[in-house]
């Protein structure tokens, strides 16, 4: 609860502005005479939306838009999504700052204003601000009204690419340690903050240029304070997303963000999808396959919710054994994280909170140095030399594969 | 409750929208200025001229106005039984707007409607346009939303909106907790205090000022001094005196704020009726212009299709960001009151 009254509003930062006499606006008035519609009429005047549009340089929203479209200067597409094109910029004033402005595209299908899916990426991101959630600089719109968001650039690519590329990049149990760290410390955040992130995959984990691992792509982000309405199922990318959904649950919390990244984690350690269904029948089945068949005994209550569904054959929950057989790299500690994060009962699955307490991050080996993370392959030009080491080259301190792959029996 | 302080300090309630009574102050008469110098000459360069030039609003009036309009969103989300937060996120997102907007520039009426289907969007309750639009006489759903991009632009895309309804429901349970009063007196205390809660803060500036937990405390002392006192008591046991004095003196002033307006007023015919002459007012001096939200929007659509070709020269690169900025004389004159005039709200987001 908010009991603490205490907080200022922060006057002094915003008062030497006030005193600002108005700029004399005079200077921008005449412009509305050449759209004056010739009709006379005596006493109203004949609207002219065209008139209104020239004169619109006086509002102050629309002054203070363009400041903001004015610091930053757009660059080379860096890649297509859904929902989005995403360009580098910089700032106009020191080139090497660099941003990356997010588009939003004019949906066809959505005919309501302004997609749902930007309002949810600006609302939520407007609020959280930590070092593992990508960082929304500003908002500005265009003249054809399209909004772009500016956001920090993520040069790195995304985990997904370094899980992918088993040719070039090489990683072991301390990588994927440090990497599941700012992952789960990002979703702790949100979840402190009463948001759900439900689209928690690997290419939705950015990579900073100094390694650091931020959290991405809010488009489907809600706050889970919100106590009216059924919340939709129909969240997640279906290889990361949890039983309660597929069966429909219409109430879920944090457990659903959690389920994802147990997947990730354990798709980090195998470098392919634990579960990847190629349908919700089939992400069911493999969720029975490869964890246990959900049933009252393992989840009371989960036979009432509205499409239960499973096959027949009832597969019983598997043991530690049969994880540690699959993900033993990352140690008894690891694997009993990510059982845990892998709970078929919402209820009793650990939460984000509890998995940063988890003993797993005190056992060795300890989480990678952020800049000694592997990177992706194919770096950029403009960075530094470190960044440039070729991806999947194991240095001398790395210790070459034969002895990582060693260093995980050991850590057994 | 530092986490909590701290939490709040992030928020773009309190980053952009909190402001010391002078500063909103000031914002508000600029916005009033600019919108009286563009509006009169416009009719003055109409053909023929408009003479006389309407008398134009004052800020005081333009601010008894924004109450009327106000108290008109939740008098129109209550018939359309919207649930008690997003009423509140509507009613503050006209507020804001209206900070930076003159009551002249853009029609309250219209933006009252915006601001009910895009608070309901931005939390997340998705009703279909057409169907909220068929709830207000003579509305299309073209309309609804003609304004919807003017207003997230004014209100700085801050979509999230703190409200003291949460913190009450906390203060509730810890009243309960300390079990020093009657079950019953709570409960009245509970029912009145919301009862303000839903109504006085939001047809007021007490969210530019005030956190969401000071409104509570004000709420609260309002239904039940000796309540909230206790509360304020308990909260601050361990602190110094003069923090919690400094805390007494806030929350006090924030009760005056809310006691201006309580939610008696709501559907009290008279004060309605009393501000007949300054709707008339408003009907004569406003931007003849803006009047059409429609026609503005086709018109903005049009210009950001006919984007002229650029010229291939340094400039492009720029350019390119923002499809179709015009660069003629009107944008440099622009450019130039943009850096006279500066940020008024401050440093950009982040
Ligand atoms: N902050 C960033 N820095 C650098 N590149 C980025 C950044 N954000 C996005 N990109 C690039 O732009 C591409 C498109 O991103 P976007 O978030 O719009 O969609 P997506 O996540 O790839 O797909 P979808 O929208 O379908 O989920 C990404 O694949 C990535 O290559």
């Avoid at chain 1, 990426?121 to 960082?135: A, F």
């Avoid at chain 1, 993900?327 to 892998?342: A, Q, Y």
């Avoid at chain 2, 919301?194 to 002392?221: E, G």
């Avoid at chain 2, 943009?338 to 401050?346: K, M, Q, V, Y």
Wanted: aromatic share 8%.
């Amino acid at each position: 609860m908010a009991v603490s009254p205490l907080v200022k509003h922060p006057t002094d930062a915003l008062q030497q502005v006030t005193a600002r006499a108005v700029s004399s606006p005079l200077k921008n008035a005449n412009s509305a005479q050449a759209s004056s519609n010739g009709t006379p009429l005596s006493v109203s005047v004949v609207p002219n939306a065209s008139a209104a549009m020239q004169s619109a340089s006086l509002d102050i929203a629309e002054r203070m838009n363009e400041d903001e479209k004015r610091k930053y200067v757009r660059g080379k597409k860096l890649g297509e999504g859904t929902y989005a094109n995403v360009y580098l910029g910089h700032l106009r004033h020191d080139p090497s700052q660099l941003v990356a402005i997010k588009k939003i595209k004019v949906q066809k299908e959505y005919t309501e204003g302004m997609a749902p899916d930007a309002v949810r990426e600006i609302k939520h991101l407007q609020e959280l601000s930590h070092p593992n959630i990508i960082t929304l600089h500003s908002i500005f719109s265009s003249k054809d009204q399209n909004l772009n968001l500016v956001l920090e650039y993520l040069p790195l690519g995304d985990l997904e690419m370094l899980i992918r590329d088993t040719d070039r990049v090489r990683y072991g149990a301390a990588d994927i340690k440090a990497w599941t760290g700012m992952l789960t410390r990002a979703v702790w955040f949100c979840h402190e903050n009463f948001v759900l992130h439900r689209d928690i995959k690997p290419n939705n984990c950015l990579i900073a240029a100094d390694g650091e691992v931020k959290l991405a792509d809010f488009g489907l982000a809600r706050s889970f304070a919100d106590p009216y309405k059924p919340m939709t199922t129909n969240v997640i990318t279906r290889w990361y997303r949890p039983p309660e959904l597929l069966f429909g649950a219409k109430h879920y919390s944090g457990a659903v963000d959690v389920w994802s990244v147990g997947l990730v984690l354990a798709e980090m350690v195998t470098r392919a999808a634990y579960l990847p269904g190629n349908s919700e029948i089939d992400q069911i089945n493999l969720i029975c396959q490869g964890i246990g068949t959900p049933t009252e005994e393992n989840w009371a209550g989960v036979t009432k919710l509205p499409e239960y569904t499973v096959p027949k054959e009832v597969t019983p929950l598997h043991g530690k054994n049969y994880y540690i057989s699959r993900f033993g790299v990352i140690g008894h500690e690891g694997v009993d994280l990510l059982m845990k994060t892998l709970i078929l009962d919402p209820k009793k699955r650990i939460t984000a909170r509890d998995m940063l307490k988890h003993e797993w991050w005190h056992k060795d080996p300890k989480p990678t140095l952020k800049k000694n993370l592997p990177k992706k392959s194919g770096g950029e030009e403009k960075l530094g030399d470190d960044l440039k080491r070729r991806p999947g080259v194991v240095e001398e301190d790395r210790g070459n594969k034969v002895a990582r792959k060693l260093d995980f029996g050991a850590a057994r | 409750m530092a986490t909590e302080d701290a939490r709040y300090r992030q928020s773009s309630q309190f980053r952009l929208w909190s402001f010391a009574p002078s500063h909103l102050a000031s914002l508000r008469s600029e916005s009033n200025m600019l919108a009286k110098t563009a509006i009169s000459a416009r009719l003055q360069s109409s053909n023929p001229p408009v003479c006389p030039i309407p008398d134009f609003l004052t800020p005081a009036e333009e601010a008894s106005l924004l109450t009327y309009y106000t108290n008109e969103l939740l008098r129109a989300a209550e018939f359309c039984e919207l649930p008690t937060e997003i009423r509140a996120t509507s009613a503050i997102f006209l507020r804001r707007f209206y900070v930076t907007n003159s009551i002249m520039t853009y029609p309250p009426t219209e933006l009252l409607k915006t601001c009910l289907f895009f608070g309901s969007k931005a939390d997340g309750f998705y009703i279909r346009l057409n169907k909220f639009a068929e709830k207000f006489p003579n509305t299309t759903g073209e309309e609804v939303i003609a304004a919807e991009y003017i207003l997230c632009q004014g209100i700085r895309f801050a979509f999230d909106v703190r409200h003291p309804f949460r913190a009450l429901e906390g203060a509730i349970m810890e009243l309960r907790r300390l079990e020093s009063f009657e079950n019953d007196r709570i409960d009245r205390a509970h029912g009145n205090a919301r009862n303000i809660l839903k109504y006085s803060p939001l047809v007021t500036d007490a969210y530019f000022h005030y956190t969401p937990s000071q409104i509570m405390f004000a709420a609260l002392s309002l239904a039940d001094e000796d309540l909230a006192e206790r509360l304020i008591k308990n909260a601050f046991s361990g602190a110094p005196w003069e923090v919690e004095k400094k805390v007494v003196e806030v929350v006090q002033s924030c009760r005056e704020m809310l006691q201006c307006e309580p939610p008696e007023k709501m559907n009290d015919q008279e004060v309605r009726k009393a501000m007949k002459p300054l709707i008339k007012k408003l009907k004569k001096c406003r931007d003849p212009d803006r009047v059409d939200l429609v026609a503005l929007q086709k018109a903005r659509k049009e210009q950001a299709g006919q984007k002229p070709k650029k010229p291939k020269s340094g400039l492009q690169d720029d350019e390119a960001v923002f499809g179709g900025a015009l660069v003629d004389e009107r944008e440099a004159k622009r450019r130039k009151m943009a850096e006279a005039a500066n940020d008024p709200f401050g440093p950009a987001l982040g």
